[in-house]
């Protein structure tokens, strides 16, 4: 499914990130722990050149534990700084913290250091600002573009967060990118086939976490794609006049149930093995 999103205010919001850099001492480029290399936008590096940056993916308590463990390993040994959190249940957020304080004297200065939070919609930039400084200071929201503009917070002596915008690359490398974002709630629902995204779901659940997807829908067995799907929606009672599945009231289940990892924690991405483990 070909998914294309990149409103006028995401390419003015691409501008007003660049004029900032000079203000900015490092950026969180913030991700989806579900899609840790496809909810960092590709051109996004192009963007902040050689700006100084680390990693943070939120909602990890959605996402596949041992994926989550096999990333932290490559950063590691990458020598990248990443973090994965949860905005909700605040996991990770007192490391990030520490390493963010840790900034000042590591730059030695004698004023707070600038941060900005980047990422694509619906990760919760905000969230995290208002996780991070332990009050409401950003408008949060389960949306894509909640955030329309720049705000500064100041969080205490030690740092200044800067809330940006959410923002997309005008096209996606591969069609499947835009299945990826769709899927987490990146894309605006209005700009895709929910039942065609429904679909996707189940044909990505039926390969990868099949147990998961039985468990949750009560199914006995995994058939096509548009098979499971009816089974599913019959299992659920979702059925219009003469017994016909309800596709769209189905499609908008599972689809709000994926989003909200009530199927189960998964992962998109994950790291792929080196040649010379593959080869053992």
Same mark, same amino acid.
């Given at each position: 499914?070909?998914?294309?999103?990149?409103?006028?205010?995401?390419?003015?919001?691409?501008?007003?990130?660049?004029?900032?850099?000079?203000?900015?001492?490092?950026?969180?480029?913030?991700?989806?722990?579900?899609?840790?290399?496809?909810?960092?936008?590709?051109?996004?590096?192009?963007?902040?050149?050689?700006?100084?940056?680390?990693?943070?993916?939120?909602?990890?308590?959605?996402?596949?534990?041992?994926?989550?463990?096999?990333?932290?390993?490559?950063?590691?040994?990458?020598?990248?700084?990443?973090?994965?959190?949860?905005?909700?249940?605040?996991?990770?957020?007192?490391?990030?913290?520490?390493?963010?304080?840790?900034?000042?004297?590591?730059?030695?200065?004698?004023?707070?250091?600038?941060?900005?939070?980047?990422?694509?919609?619906?990760?919760?930039?905000?969230?995290?600002?208002?996780?991070?400084?332990?009050?409401?200071?950003?408008?949060?929201?389960?949306?894509?573009?909640?955030?329309?503009?720049?705000?500064?917070?100041?969080?205490?002596?030690?740092?200044?967060?800067?809330?940006?915008?959410?923002?997309?690359?005008?096209?996606?490398?591969?069609?499947?990118?835009?299945?990826?974002?769709?899927?987490?709630?990146?894309?605006?629902?209005?700009?895709?086939?929910?039942?065609?995204?429904?679909?996707?779901?189940?044909?990505?659940?039926?390969?990868?976490?099949?147990?998961?997807?039985?468990?949750?829908?009560?199914?006995?067995?995994?058939?096509?794609?548009?098979?499971?799907?009816?089974?599913?929606?019959?299992?659920?009672?979702? &059925?219009? &006049?003469?017994?016909?599945?309800?596709?769209?009231?189905?499609?908008?289940?599972?689809?709000?149930?994926?989003?909200?990892?009530?199927?189960? &924690?998964?992962?998109?991405?994950?790291?792929?093995?080196?040649?010379?483990?593959?080869?053992?």
């Amino acid at each position: 499914m070909a998914i294309q999103w990149y409103p006028g205010h995401m390419a003015k919001a691409t501008r007003q990130i660049k004029e900032q850099l000079k203000n900015i001492d490092i950026i969180i480029i913030l991700g989806d722990s579900r899609a840790v290399q496809r909810s960092i936008i590709g051109n996004f590096f192009d963007v902040i050149g050689n700006k100084r940056y680390c990693l943070v993916y939120n909602k990890s308590d959605l996402a596949d534990e041992n994926a989550i463990t096999q990333w932290k390993t490559r950063f590691r040994e990458e020598g990248i700084d990443a973090f994965f959190i949860d905005c909700i249940s605040k996991k990770g957020i007192k490391e990030l913290v520490t390493f963010l304080s840790g900034l000042k004297e590591k730059f030695r200065f004698d004023r707070e250091v600038k941060v900005m939070i980047a990422g694509i919609p619906n990760v919760g930039k905000s969230m995290l600002i208002n996780s991070i400084a332990g009050r409401s200071s950003a408008q949060t929201g389960n949306r894509p573009g909640v955030t329309k503009a720049n705000k500064w917070v100041r969080v205490n002596k030690d740092f200044y967060l800067l809330d940006t915008p959410g923002v997309l690359t005008p096209k996606f490398d591969a069609e499947e990118d835009g299945f990826v974002l769709a899927a987490i709630g990146s894309v605006k629902d209005t700009v895709f086939d929910r039942e065609e995204l429904a679909l996707k779901i189940i044909e990505f659940m039926s390969e990868s976490y099949p147990d998961l997807l039985m468990e949750r829908y009560k199914l006995k067995e995994i058939g096509t794609p548009l098979e499971t799907y009816e089974q599913i929606g019959i299992n659920r009672g979702f &059925k219009s &006049k003469g017994g016909i599945v309800d596709y769209e009231r189905t499609a908008n289940m599972i689809l709000d149930e994926f989003k909200n990892g009530k199927i189960g &924690k998964i992962a998109f991405d994950k790291p792929e093995k080196d040649e010379e483990n593959e080869s053992e």
